[in-house]
């Protein structure tokens, strides 16, 4: 009798999720006005994750760092290479470095106006990580791994995740600055400032795993 019951209950689960429509309180578009309208900026993705479920964000950001830190501490005991080798060839050197300025230009558009049109921190960060990596892909590794402690980028790497944190709390206890006007290049409050951050901060971090792997496996 039980799995008769459990059986018609499966069965009858099955149908709604099948065949009842979710009931939607109003349309598709009107939630996106409101979103729009709410956030001050018209990229209403950038919204919704820099606002309206900023809380996931801020995990998403802690999840990146945490797996920087994973990829150091799988390496930890490798035995790093005696050589690297690098593309040499002229036509792939142009290329890889004419990539890599496009994708570092690219990045820094994402950042500075992704709150106005397609794109966003995380989309920038990546963009910023595929210039390094392209970068890396002709240069000595040396090179990189000076620069990368000249200029103490594991710090502002840092210092980019703690400001993010810090503005995104702020933002949750209901702290804003003015959303400006509507389609302005200063405008949604603190989502442009976000966004930037998010886009320091991947671009950062792709740089320092890229430096880990390609000491210990190479560009392969």
Known sequence: MGKWLYTLAAVAFGVKMVF?????PESPLGIVAAVVND??????????????????TVWEV???TIAIMGVNVLMANE???RRVVQLTDSPSVVLAQLGATIAALVGVELALRGHLSPGGGFAAGVA?????????????PQ??????????VSTWEKLAVLGFIILALATLWGWQLPRGELGALVSGGLIPVLNALVAVKVTLGSWAMLLVFIRYRGLL
């Open 20 to 24: 009842l429509p979710h009931p939607v």
């Open 39 to 56: 956030s001050g900026i018209p990229n209403a993705v950038s919204a919704i994750i820099l606002r309206n479920r900023l809380y996931d």
């Open 62 to 64: 802690v999840v990146f």
């Open 79 to 81: 035995q790093p290479l």
């Open 128 to 140: 910023g990580g595929t210039a390094i990596g392209l970068i890396a892909m002709t240069s000595p």
């Open 143 to 152: 090179l990189l791994q000076r620069i990368y402690q000249r200029w103490h």
